[in-house]
Structure formats: structure tokens, C-alpha cells
């Protein structure tokens, strides 16, 4: 994943730095420098990304998961 990928989902999931950050569970300052490629991306992001991708379409589907 580069940054141009981490941006792009970000934003096609209609999610703020702030909103994707906290989901993370990680500083929307980290998350800018990942997207500036200021701070190299964690390798294991795009799975954290695909699980929460998973979890956002449950919920759009069937309301809040626990």
C-alpha cells in the first residue's frame, strides 16, 4: 500500500483523518504522515483496513456490530 492508496480508500469511504484514525486507533497526525509519506506505512494496514472495510459493510447492512 502507498499513500496515494491509503488516501484514495479514506477518502472513497467519506472518513476524515480524525474519524480513520480513531477507528485505527492511532493519532490523525500519524495518519497525515502516512498520506504525506512523511512516516513509512505499517505493513500490516492494509489488512487492518480490509477488516474495517468488512466491519463498515456489516454495519451499513445490518446497524452497529459489536
Request: proline share 8%; net charge positive.
Amino acid at each position: 500500500m502507498n499513500r496515494e492508496t491509503l488516501k484514495d480508500w479514506r477518502k472513497g469511504q467519506g472518513m476524515s483523518r480524525k474519524k480513520l484514525a480513531g477507528l485505527l486507533g492511532v493519532t490523525p497526525t500519524a495518519l497525515a504522515y502516512w498520506e504525506w509519506g512523511s512516516r513509512n506505512i505499517p505493513p500490516l494496514l492494509p489488512l487492518a483496513l480490509e477488516a474495517l472495510e468488512n466491519r463498515l459493510s456489516k454495519e451499513k447492512d445490518h446497524g452497529p456490530v459489536s
